[in-house]
């Protein structure tokens, strides 16, 4: 009972309700981004695309190697130039799309 | 009973265990100056999401300064003993009270070249600009309708001018050239027989950009027009003497010098006299607050001997930042400027996830007044900086506490985390290869 005690004082301490502010995933994706670079452009295997304008403040670059054979997403990386939240999302679009097929991929959406 | 007892020692126990660790935290600001990583440190505290180990180095001066521990001294007395109101005339306590106001007020007339019967105490730089813009222009308001001021102006005179403007007169806003200087030929020209006010503010809060106020005050001299300017950056920094700039009001702030918040002063020349209409009823000289006031004073004054410090430092930090990096452009003047000041944009990184990577430093981006919305800030964008590199400014505030191992540990921050974004930065990868982004047709969404 007294750690329990103990243990919820603790607990309600430390934690914080914090409106509006970035969820500790994103921070995490934006200190340790995955997958930052590029691979050759002129690599036949590589497909790159790039979106956005600087005066809009986003600009993504997105680069996949694609296994001939299989159709198979094999390798990613990404640079960005956006604020945190939008390294988070390529970061983590970078993952999501690894060893996936190119047809499962195009279901990838925002919501 | 046992079980009662031991349950409040845990409890007093824990409470304490978290109290003074807390409020240890909250008393060292040095602690930034270690490389502990922060997710081995269980004390840390997250804040905003954001995990810190130990409180920012404070790089923020102008935002506000921390109190003086000499000015702290000099207002505990009228705290706790000497703490009469100075218009009570029939005691003791009012009188030495009263005495207190008035060496505060010589003090500060001292500083700015003035005598003290033209010092006024108001609660603040906000109030004293307030009372200039908008107390001028309505006392004059029969035969002077318009007023002249800058693009670059602090929010409240830009908003006290916005005001007029509701209310029927008419303001000129002046722009300001790629270094943030007004144009003496823009501003003669734009003087009307009806001008009843120009207000130039002495050093810009954002950039540090200092006015040439001499000949400004000549210009308004000339034309016999009041010149008013909002010194609140530039007291106990730059030389200020209200004859030789010949200003008929000025503004001043006490926490932008050391003082406490809550605290500023207006000057209002005697000769030739400048009359304004109260804005506030019931004394507008509001003179209450006595200690604070004479802590003000001593503030100032100790501001007047102990600038030294700081221009060196906005030097170090420029350097240090320069050397490692390139494509570091300072806003504003390079020449005319403050030292303490430094605003500079990073080409080809981002300034919210700059600033998002710089928690260990307390920097501002654009002013604490914009600081809060993502726009860029009006001033930069009045300076002609491009939207991308307007969003990428940071503003180093060095002032008489910063110390050189804070600077180079801002510097070294700085660098590491420029650098790991343009690292991140498809733009920087494009200037490398030798494109030129500026040709690139971009496709927008």
Sequence with gaps: ?111 | MATKLLASALRQTLNKKTTSSSLHRCLSTAAALTTAPPSQNDEAMTIKGLKISARPLYLDMQATSPVDPRVLDAMLPYYLARYGNPHSRTHLYGWESDQAVETARSQIADLIGASPKEIVFTSGATESNNISVKGVMKFYKEKKRHVVTTQTEHKCVLDSCRHLQQEGFEVTYLPVGNDGIVDLEKLRGSIRPDTGLVSVMAVNNEIGVIQPMEEIGKICREFNVPFHTDAAQALGKIPVDVDRWNVSLMSLSGHKIYGPKGVGALYMRRRPRIRVEAQMNGGWTREGDKERDSAYAISGGNGRGMRAGEEGDGERLLNGVRAKLDGVVVNGSVERRYAGNLNLSFAYVEGESLLMGLKDVAVSSGSACTSASLEPSYVLRALGVDEDMAHTSIRFGIGRFTTEEEIDRAVELTVQQVDKLREMSPLYEMVKEGIDIKQIQWSQH
């Excluded at chain 1, 050759?40 to 979106?51: H, I, R, S, Y």
């Design chain 1, 1 to 111: 009972m007294l750690r329990q005690l103990a243990s919820k004082r603790l607990i309600t301490q430390r934690i914080q309700i914090l409106p509006r502010f970035y969820h500790e995933k994103v921070i995490d994706h934006f200190n340790n981004p995955r997958n930052v670079g590029s691979f050759d452009k002129n690599d036949p295997a590589v497909g790159t695309g790039l979106v956005g304008a600087p005066a809009c403040g986003d600009v993504m670059k997105l680069q996949i190697k694609v296994d001939d054979t299989t159709g198979e997403i094999i390798d990613a990386r990404f640079k960005t130039f956006g604020c945190g939240s939008a390294i988070a999302s390529s970061s983590v679009a970078t993952e999501w799309v690894k060893g996936k097929q190119m047809e499962e991929v195009m279901t990838i959406k925002n919501t």
